[in-house]
């Protein structure tokens, strides 16, 4: 009997304290198989061969853009124009902000760097774009400057490296984990995208496909459609950053974000 009343005090702590913590941070329970797909640097392919793609498969996704220096984002035999952009946005994508010149957050002051948001958020106006709530890092570099100029710039989910799940619960959804896909690492995709449960979310961050300005960071056409259709035919749901807001109550501070401010 004893050994009964023990298990049913564990049973009652686990299911109370989800519901404790997740009423703090979360709208809805997030569902399993979650996906945020991303796609950085606004390279070309992104708007010839993504686009089409996602639309084929119904996914949704994020498209963080920067006018890259090296090679010059003027090459448009290697980035979107603007009116590419604005057309990915029309397709109903988020664009999403990557900083005017792809500059690190560690290497701006406070300045430097609202006025690289700045940039991208006027161009954005410029072409009938809503103004960004997402940021993804250059480099994956993070800096402790950089959190209160996304805040006050109205900023509410940011992307680094890290190449783990993101966890509402004990994330910060101004540092959410993402992992890159290269032309090598599906092993480490596949492994990834089996963690999408128990309250974690995966992203995926991919830059061109292919990627010439980039050839470290290509993910190959075959391999990204691959990629989808694991995706479609396991039930996924595949969403833009700025959709998370419908799980995650971006009004109020991760437990973590709480305990750092004190
Ligand atoms: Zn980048």
């Not at 950085?40 to 996914?59: C, M, N, S």
């Not at 100029?149 to 966890?167: E, H, S, T």
């Not at 995650?248 to 973590?256: A, F, L, M, T």
């Amino acid at each position: 009997m004893e050994i009964k009343d023990e298990q049913m005090k564990k049973i009652l702590l686990l299911l109370l304290l989800p519901l404790l913590t997740n009423a703090q941070v979360l709208h809805k329970p997030i569902p399993d198989k979650l996906v945020v797909l991303t796609f950085d640097d606004a390279i070309v392919t992104q708007y010839t061969v993504v686009a089409p793609l996602l639309k084929k498969y119904g996914f949704g996704a994020t498209f963080f853009v920067c006018e890259f220096t090296n090679p010059p984002f003027s090459d448009k035999s290697k980035y979107l124009s603007w009116e590419q952009i604005a057309a990915l946005n029309k397709m109903g994508f988020e664009i999403g902000n990557h900083t005017q010149n792809h500059t690190h957050v560690n290497k701006m002051d406070s300045l430097h760097f609202a006025s690289e948001l700045k940039y991208i958020e006027s161009k954005c106006a410029q072409y009938h774009i809503p103004k960004p709530v997402s940021f993804a890092y250059p480099g994956y570099d993070v800096g402790p400057k950089a959190l209160p100029v996304l805040k006050a710039a109205g900023y509410v989910f940011a992307r680094q490296g890290l190449n783990r799940p993101y966890d509402p619960l004990t994330d910060n959804p101004l540092l959410m984990p993402g992992l890159t896909t290269t032309a090598d690492n599906s092993k480490d995709v596949y492994d990834i995208l089996s963690k999408a449960n128990h309250g974690k979310i995966v992203v995926l961050t991919m830059h061109g496909v292919p990627d010439e300005a980039h050839p470290w960071v290509n993910t190959p056409p075959g391999l990204f459609e691959q990629y989808l259709k694991f995706l479609k035919d396991n039930h996924y749901r595949v969403i833009a950053m700025r959709d998370l807001k419908q799980y995650i109550d971006v009004g109020s501070e991760s437990p973590k974000d709480r305990k750092s401010e004190r």
